[in-house]
C-alpha cells in the first residue's frame, strides 16, 4: 500500500510559477513509476508528465519547456515545477505510483491549481 500527499497548489497570475510536491509513503519508492496528471472542470484526466527512478522522464506536449518533473528517492518525493502558467494550466493535479513489476497502481487526493489574473 502506497500513500500519496501532494502540496504547493494555489492561485497564481498567468506567466507565474508555482511547485508541486507529492511525499510517498508505505512502500519501496525505487520501485514505482512515479507521474503527475491534471483533471480540469468537465474533462478527462490527463497525463502532465512522468519520471522514473533511473531519472527518466516525459512530458505532455502541452506543457514541455514549462514544466519539470523531478524526483528525490531518498526523500520518497517528486516535485512538479511549473513556470509560464497559462490559464489553460488550471486543474487538479494529482500524484500517481505505478509498481514497475505489479503494475499497481495509487492516486493522491490532488491539489487545485489557479491560473487567473
Known amino acids: 500500500q502506497v500513500q500519496l500527499v501532494e502540496s504547493g497548489g494555489g492561485l497564481v497570475q498567468p506567466g507565474g510559477s508555482l511547485r508541486l510536491s507529492c511525499a510517498a509513503s508505505?512502500?519501496?519508492?525505487?520501485?514505482?513509476?512515479m507521474a503527475w496528471y491534471r483533471q480540469a472542470p468537465g474533462q478527462q484526466r490527463e497525463l502532465v508528465a512522468t519520471?522514473?527512478?533511473?531519472?527518466?522522464?516525459n512530458y505532455a506536449d502541452s506543457v514541455k519547456g514549462r514544466f519539470t518533473i523531478s524526483r528525490d528517492n531518498a526523500k520518497s518525493t517528486i516535485y512538479l515545477q511549473m513556470n509560464t502558467l497559462k490559464p489553460e494550466d488550471t486543474a487538479v493535479y494529482y500524484c500517481?505510483?505505478?509498481?514497475?513489476?505489479?503494475?499497481?497502481?495509487?492516486w493522491g487526493q490532488g491539489t487545485q491549481v489557479t491560473v487567473s489574473s
Open positions: 519520471t522514473t527512478s533511473g531519472g527518466s522522464t
Open positions: 500517481y505510483a505505478r509498481h514497475v513489476l505489479s503494475a499497481t497502481n495509487y
Open positions: 508505505g512502500s519501496i519508492f525505487s520501485a514505482y513509476v
